[in-house]
């Protein structure tokens, strides 16, 4: 299988090699090509010098000057072009010291992370592979380019890119790459917390999620030294079959692929270890330990600067992800209540994947979930009444029933409200005017 390149990456190649110069899409893009799928975005490289590769183009932005990649608009369309350039000294162990740009695409090529990205493509040209990328992509097989030591020591963001690829790819670690890793991820302490955001969120997502984390939390551990405890840990309760964290990542992997159930699942049991306790009968307990994982999550989620709105429901869904929740209209009603349509299904999924990564012989609550999805769809099909907005009656009301002004109001309105939720009285304004009677007298 050959790429197939988007119009705007094939007009930018075209647009170089007609001035003259050499010019290929590589790295990520040439992976997910050759993989069958459609990359989201083609990067070039080329002999052309930044400058020159404004010149061929009618807009351009200058991106990275400095590391020579120039943004081409392509009829709306951006493609990065850098120029083909050697790296060397990364004293910060994160960007390189000195920038040399070249003419050999083989040594532009050799600075890259991994051989399955270290990969060009030119529809003349064929493929370019010094590095054998393509067999570890038929392999799965995810190998540093080079000597691993050498392209960790150089940018130790890596080494999470490494895990990120793994868990998306569903890709074997090569074993020196991962020897490399495991004894280089203490280096990741001194990566951006923003940058570790990113491929957590990479990460957690992937389609091997579970495997991944499961067999490396040594290597997360730098940057969420929260897991430790949890790993190895024996819950010595019969509702489980896996220990702390192997129930972490089998939760993790089983969610739905969203952001926030995800990282909710990642979170949600860091807390059991400090609040073990083991009964006369010799099973485990961990009374108290939603609280405790939801501020732990609270801190994880700040430390990594996720933004106000994710560490807000990741800590919310982390606090109620053990919450009783009877299959009844009125439950319902209350999680849409509370947490609006949104968040009430998003805790419907928290609840099935710690179902599903629990001992098999406790799987029939999936069952349960099942039927209380159903009573919030229908609840919402019929316009059931889950919020101050849509009661039948309003302040006005109130005060005309006689109520002072004031908290006194809003106090009327909430016990008519939670009396409904409860399913005691119809959203009827009749029904709803006649008890406010009762509740001002």
């Known amino acids: 299988m050959e790429p197939t390149l988007s119009p705007a990456a094939a007009g930018v190649l075209a647009g170089l090699e007609a001035a003259g110069f050499r010019a290929w899409v590589v790295g990520g893009c040439v992976r997910d090509a050759l993989r069958g799928e459609s990359p989201h975005d083609w990067d070039v490289c080329t002999d052309a010098r930044p400058e020159q590769v404004a010149a ?24 990065e072009v850098t120029t083909l350039r050697a790296e060397s000294g990364y004293s910060d162990g994160r960007r390189p010291d000195h920038v040399e740009f070249v003419t050999d695409l083989n040594r532009d090529l050799a600075r890259r992370d991994f051989t399955v990205n270290a990969m060009a493509w030119n529809p003349r040209t064929g493929l370019a592979d010094p590095f054998d990328g393509r067999a570890d992509l038929a392999a799965g097989v995810l190998r540093a380019v080079g000597q691993p030591e050498a392209r960790f020591a150089e940018d130790a963001l890596r080494i999470l890119r490494g895990l990120r690829f793994a868990a998306r790819l569903g890709f074997a670690i090569d074993p020196a790459t991962a020897r490399a890793m495991e004894r280089q991820a203490p280096r990741l302490r001194a990566i951006a917390p923003e940058r570790v955001q990113a491929e957590l969120d990479g990460l957690v997502l992937g389609a091997a999620a579970e495997e991944v984390l499961a067999r490396w939390p040594a290597v997360l551990e730098p940057v969420l030294p929260e897991i430790a405890p949890a790993v190895g840990f024996d819950q010595h309760n019969h509702h489980h079959c896996l220990d702390v964290w192997g129930h972490t990542a089998r939760a993790v992997g089983s969610a739905a692929a969203d952001r926030a159930v995800r990282l909710t699942m990642l979170l949600h049991d860091l807390g059991k270890p400090d609040c073990f306790s083991r009964g006369p009968d010799g099973v485990g307990h961990f009374y108290g330990h939603a609280q405790y994982s939801a501020e732990l999550a609270q801190t994880i989620l700040t ?9 807000d429901r990741v800590v919310r869904l982390v606090r109620l992800h053990d919450a009783p929740l009877p299959v009844e209209e009125k439950t319902a009603r209350r999680l849409l209540n509370r947490l609006g349509e949104r968040d009430a299904r998003a805790l419907i999924a928290v609840h099935r994947a710690d179902t599903l990564a629990l001992a098999p012989a406790w799987h029939d609550r999936l069952a349960e979930l099942g039927a209380l999805e159903t009573l919030l769809d229908e609840q919402l099909a019929q316009d059931a009444c889950f919020s101050l907005r849509q009661l039948a009656v309003n302040g006005r009301d109130v005060l005309a029933a006689g109520a002072a002004p004031g908290p006194a109001v809003g106090r009327a309105l909430d016990a008519l409200l939670q009396r409904v939720l409860a399913g005691e009285i119809p959203n009827d304004r009749a029904v709803l005017l006649a008890e406010l009677k009762n509740l001002i007298q």
Do not use: K
């Not at 061929?56 to 493609?79: D, I, Q, S």
């Not at 430390?303 to 560490?311: A, E, F, G, H, V």
């Open 56 to 79: 061929c183009f009618a807009r351009t932005l200058p991106t990275g000057l400095v590391h020579g990649t120039v943004t081409v608009l392509w009829e709306h369309t951006p493609v």
């Open 303 to 311: 430390r990594l600067r996720y933004d106000n709105d994710t560490r």
